[in-house]
């Protein structure tokens, strides 16, 4: 009882601090603790600092104002680590045993690295004796060759089931208080959400969401994955930041064991903000999702995965023993402020076309209504995933390289192996997070200006939410929801096709294109009007233009079956660059034929690799990418620009 009141009276002082700052108010769940921490050093394994992606045995910088650095593993519970024996006298020994040998040691391999935050999962706590256990080791300094890394003298702990009383198993987020000082805390069922605030002499430090999360394991329970990544973030909403002082501020983690790898519907949540609805298959298995479920976990934000571009360097986060290896920790980020606030058209910005900067008035009434209805919704294109004041510096390897056979060895055998420094199952992973010097923090009043068309068609709209709701109850036939889901469908894949044409050709036409032609049968253009090889309608390529001295013939296409929509495509025009080598036209003009360039996204906007060589080709074919490092960057970006545009666009 005594215990009890301590830990309610530490949990009052906190909120009342977070109530005076500009937190929102608090909950926790009764199994929920905060400790402060004293400070005594211990040895550990050596390592190096590194400002580049951190290996293995390396660990991040001391971070300045407006930067976090954040780690998170799944350090294996006893409780689970014991499951296998069945003699009740043994396991009771191993479970002594396993908390005072290996638990430490994983602690410490999370440690280790340096960061700011630490998202622990499968952590056991609860009663005096694994609190204080837990304590001694969060609050342990580390040698690290010559440098003394401090401990953690503050965490929170929160029960994985809460409604369970006997339940010792959770999560657990540690800090450092000369670096950040709680302002709110929530903790909820498989997950606990951390508002945190950076100590800065001025009181100018950032706010910011941590969100800690160990998802069910069972492979089949794809609808609990889904329910509580959804929870967590309609939680998350509560603290958005509406002021922005410091870069950090709106920005919001998700970390921990997702007990599923970074393409499944559990991710694609996160990052396109909404679900499919119907059969959803996940790792062979399958879950229903009903329509009203998939709008009500339909959310405003656009998270980025920090390894998203570097999958190369940590190939694998887990590997349990008779089950195999995979990658299942998973770290998310998003800047929340401006995708909530871009969301109820505060500050929406729309995608001026170029090429077409007035509504087309040529051709049938069929015809003119089609292009209208397209070039309207160019125009409406809004970019929730808008650049952030974050940007990811460097993250955490699970391998030290591609040669580093001999650690990939040990993981695929299968883990915890203290003997040769695993011990937990799991492996860490984190990124270090630091302020983006290249996006300017536009305010709410300069974004507004730049889309005042956009605020005027407002008010003729219907909101997906509500049209969603009116086709819930509409009480029509099946076949007849059939059709109509299908004629929505092709619309919605012809509105993204345009969406990626008319970028695409601004981002040439920025880039010195000219003779810009879209969606003209070849037999129509300049050069090739008295060819007779070409005069089949269905050979209309979607762009067609000029680069130099080099004559562009580009293809777009938005399929979910990506591979055989690319070899359809240039199967049909495999001859093409035969026959525009030989028209007299072509060659008086001095044009090199560059064709057929491919710009393919799947279902879900992912970008396939065959698609970001061709538009690296196009960047070393403008006059502003002479350079290879230039022609790299450049076509980095527009990738990542398209992929924003085309999320959106779902």
């Not at 430090?205 to 160990?214: E, I, K, M, Y």
């Not at 879209?518 to 090739?528: F, H, Q, V």
């Not at 067609?544 to 080099?550: E, M, N, R």
Request: glycine letters at 6%; aromatic letters at 6%.
């Amino acid at each position: 009882m005594e215990r009890l009141l301590q830990v309610g009276l530490c949990l009052n002082c906190i909120f009342l601090v977070a109530s005076f700052q500009q937190g929102p108010k608090t909950t926790n769940d009764d199994r929920s603790s905060v400790s402060s921490l004293p400070t005594f050093s211990v040895e550990a394994d050596t390592a190096s600092h590194s400002t580049d992606n951190i290996t293995p045995n390396e660990f991040f910088r001391y971070t300045e104002p407006g930067e976090v650095s954040v780690v998170s593993m799944n350090i294996l519970a006893p409780s689970y680590n014991s499951l296998s024996i069945d003699s009740w006298d043994e396991r009771t020994e191993f479970l002594k045993r396993d908390r005072e040998e290996r638990v430490p040691l994983a602690i410490q391999m999370a440690k280790q690295h340096n960061a700011d935050i630490l998202c622990l999962q499968e952590v056991e706590g609860g009663t005096n004796d694994l609190e204080a256990a837990l304590k001694r080791s969060l609050e342990e300094p580390l040698q690290i060759e010559n440098e003394l890394l401090s401990g953690y003298d503050m965490f929170l702990w929160t029960s994985l089931l809460p409604k369970r009383e006997d339940n010792v198993v959770g999560n657990c987020i540690a800090w450092r208080s000369s670096r950040h000082s709680l302002a709110a805390v929530d903790c909820f069922k498989r997950g606990m959400i951390c508002q945190m605030t950076e100590v800065h002499p001025n009181d100018k430090g950032g706010t910011f969401c941590v969100a800690n999360v160990h998802l069910p394991a069972k492979p089949s329970n794809i609808m609990g994955r889904l329910k509580t990544i959804s929870k967590t973030i309609q939680k998350m909403s509560r603290y958005d930041k509406k002021e922005r002082k410091s870069p950090l501020d709106g920005l919001f983690i998700v970390a921990g064991d997702f007990n599923c790898d970074q393409n499944s519907v559990t991710a694609k949540l996160l990052t396109t903000g909404y679900s499919p609805y119907g059969n959803l298959k996940d790792r062979n298995y399958k879950a229903n999702v009903s329509k009203a479920s998939a709008l009500m976990m339909k959310h405003d934000y656009r998270f980025k995965d920090v390894y998203e571009d570097r999958r190369d360097i940590a190939p694998v986060t887990v590997s349990l023993s008779g089950r195999g290896p995979g990658c299942m920790d998973q770290l998310f980020f998003a800047q929340a402020s401006r995708a909530s606030k871009a969301s109820k058209g505060a500050t929406q910005r729309t995608v001026e076309v170029a090429a077409n900067p007035k509504p087309p008035r040529k051709g049938g009434k069929r015809r003119v209504r089609r292009q209208r209805v397209a070039w309207v919704q160019s125009r409406r294109i809004i970019q929730l995933s808008l650049p952030t004041a974050i940007r990811v510096e460097s993250v955490l390897a699970t391998i030290s390289g591609p040669d580093d056979t001999q650690r990939l060895e040990t993981i695929y055998a299968g883990l915890p192996n203290v003997e040769k420094g695993f011990p937990s199952d799991h492996v860490p992973i984190g990124a270090l997070f630091v302020p983006d010097n290249n996006i300017s923090t536009n305010t709410a009043d300069e974004l507004e200006a730049e889309n005042t068309d956009t605020h005027e068609m407002k008010g003729n709209e219907v909101s997906l939410d509500e049209s969603s709701e009116l086709r819930l109850s509409s009480g029509v036939s099946s076949n007849v929801a059939r059709r109509r889901e299908a004629a929505t469908l092709s619309v919605g894949v012809r509105r993204r096709h345009n969406a990626v044409l008319q970028c695409v050709t601004k981002w040439l036409t920025e880039r010195g294109a000219y003779d810009i032609h879209c969606d003209e049968p070849l037999y129509k253009l300049k050069y090739t009007k008295d060819v007779t090889k070409l005069k089949k309608k269905s050979r209309a390529p979607d762009l067609v233009c000029s680069l130099g001295k080099s004559l562009v013939v580009i293809e777009i296409t938005v399929s979910a079956q990506p591979d055989s929509a690319r070899r359809s495509k240039l199967k049909k025009y495999e001859d093409l660059s035969k026959v525009l080598e030989e028209c007299p036209s072509v060659q008086d003009a001095g044009l090199t034929v560059q064709c057929p360039f491919v710009i393919l996204l799947d279902e879900y906007g992912g970008i396939p690799e065959e698609t970001k060589h061709d538009i690296l080709e196009l960047a070393r074919l403008t006059s502003f990418s002479s350079i290879e490092e230039q022609a790299e960057a450049d076509a980095q970006r527009f990738c990542n620009h398209l992929q924003g545009i085309f999320n959106e666009m779902q």
